[in-house]
């Protein structure tokens, strides 16, 4: 891949309002259904600009792809538990991934992703790198004191994660109380390694 020209700040704008259209577009309509013309339409500018800022339709959704990721995952990653228990811990970061990956912007999203796997399979390697594996790298930087810190935040991950997500995308979510004796268990099972 080609190096992109560095921006100026007008450009970095520029660049901030196609993301942001893209992304809207993207939700909604799926990458099949959005065409570069019609990103423009609403976020104004050149398809030039696209190509030479992002390759193509593809840079653009793989760059919304990572932008939404890090939106999603940012109050996972400033979440400083201190001298938090294990159990505990782990519970709050349960509790801050799922308040997260339950809002229907994230569930479009996921939606999104997986149905463009199979017109744009490298996709769903790159979103797992900026999506689940970083959660798992966040989680594990909480429990680093542990022998296996990396399988143990993948498994919490997982556990966590799978259900209620699944779930929310059939339209049958959890209760919160259901959330919080989900949450509650995983912590609990993990902690229980931990000890």
Same mark, same amino acid.
């Given at each position: 891949?080609?190096?992109?020209?560095?921006?100026?700040?007008?450009?970095?704008?520029?660049?901030?309002?196609?993301?942001?259209?893209?992304?809207?577009?993207?939700?909604?309509?799926?990458?099949?259904?959005?065409?570069?013309?019609?990103?423009?339409?609403?976020?104004?500018?050149?398809?030039?600009?696209?190509?030479?800022?992002?390759?193509?339709?593809?840079?653009?959704?793989?760059?919304?792809?990572?932008?939404?990721?890090?939106?999603?995952?940012?109050?996972?990653?400033?979440?400083?538990?201190?001298?938090?228990?294990?159990?505990?811990?782990?519970?709050?970061?349960?509790?801050?991934?799922?308040?997260?990956?339950?809002?229907?912007?994230?569930?479009?999203?996921?939606?999104?992703?997986?149905?463009?796997?199979?017109?744009?399979?490298?996709?769903?390697? /790159?979103?797992?790198?900026?999506?689940?594996?970083?959660?798992?790298?966040?989680?594990?930087? /909480?429990?680093?004191?542990?022998?296996?810190?990396?399988?143990?935040?993948?498994?919490?991950?997982?556990?966590?994660?799978?259900?209620?997500?699944?779930?929310?995308?059939?339209?049958?979510?959890?209760?919160?109380?259901?959330?919080?004796?989900?949450?509650?268990?995983?912590?609990?099972?993990?902690?229980?390694?931990?000890?």
């Amino acid at each position: 891949m080609s190096e992109r020209p560095a921006l100026t700040s007008r450009g970095l704008a520029r660049r901030q309002v196609l993301l942001r259209e893209a992304s809207e577009l993207f939700l909604a309509k799926g990458f099949g259904a959005v065409t570069v013309d019609g990103i423009i339409a609403v976020a104004g500018g050149s398809k030039t600009n696209v190509y030479r800022q992002f390759g193509g339709k593809e840079g653009l959704f793989i760059a919304v792809v990572e932008q939404l990721s890090a939106e999603f995952l940012s109050p996972l990653d400033m979440l400083d538990l201190g001298p938090t228990a294990p159990e505990p811990g782990l519970a709050i970061l349960a509790r801050t991934l799922l308040r997260q990956l339950l809002q229907p912007r994230h569930i479009a999203f996921q939606r999104m992703v997986l149905a463009s796997s199979g017109q744009f399979p490298e996709l769903m390697a /790159h979103w797992y790198e900026v999506g689940p594996r970083r959660s798992q790298q966040i989680i594990a930087r /909480h429990i680093a004191g542990a022998q296996d810190a990396a399988e143990l935040a993948r498994l919490f991950h997982d556990m966590v994660v799978t259900d209620p997500v699944t779930r929310m995308m059939m339209g049958r979510p959890l209760g919160e109380a259901e959330i919080e004796a989900h949450v509650r268990a995983a912590a609990a099972t993990i902690a229980a390694r931990l000890a």
